[in-house]
């Protein structure tokens, strides 16, 4: 009989304890800014293009993300997003703490994505565009390359020049090209601006691995010989 009672009043004791806590498991498994970066497989990236935007830090609920401050021109490559709430804000580091700007996309679980920040504060232009950085492979022996063009003086559209063959053609200002197969192998890239033969930038030392996807940008202005002068970099997606 003993045994009996002690088995009953444990049992009840668990049911109760467990009532008491689901509220609390409910409630965590459905916030997804308490799941683990890793867990939720979402990979980001800034690039804070912008010469005058000084250095500035990624925001989410309310919450600062980055360790380091993005920096003009300097690639910090992918992290994890700790949570897909939004609004994601990017905000001055400076004392001030102002918001720059707000972007609002759904990211899915197991994609990369960008975000390009451009433009000048100080005449209003500022801007930002943001891109999917995943996609389907491309086939044996081939990598996969792609443009944008971020560069607020390439009002006229960019071409871009792939071992001397015309790869990319008039991609506009803040738009991305699609990607394009490649033979693996290295390539001379050049840029132009469109309907030109001048070379506003020559990579002569590029390589294209096989199964890789990667995103060539133009950020920067041709009316300028300083740090903000026109560039191009490459950023290696896969």
Known sequence: MYPSNNSGM???LLIVISVALLPGLISSCGKSGNASPAGLNIEYHVLNLSPDAQPV???????????SPFTFGVDQGYFYVPSTDVPYQIRTALNTGTTLLTRSEVLKSGLKYTLYITGTFTDGSDTSIFT?????APPL???KLRFVDVSPS??????????GTRAFQNVPYLSTSKYL????GNYDIQ???TGTTSVLKDMPQVTIQDGRLYTLYAYGYTSRAD???FNAAIITNK
């Open 132 to 136: 999917v950085d995943t996609a389907k």
């Open 227 to 229: 740090s903000a002068a």
């Open 181 to 184: 197969d490649l033979p693996d």
């Open 141 to 143: 022996g081939r990598g």
């Open 191 to 193: 840029i132009n601006a």
């Open 57 to 67: 830090y990624l925001y989410i609920d309310n919450a600062r993300v980055n360790a």
């Open 10 to 12: 444990i049992n009840r």
């Open 154 to 163: 390439a009002l006229g559209g960019l071409d871009v020049y792939a071992n």
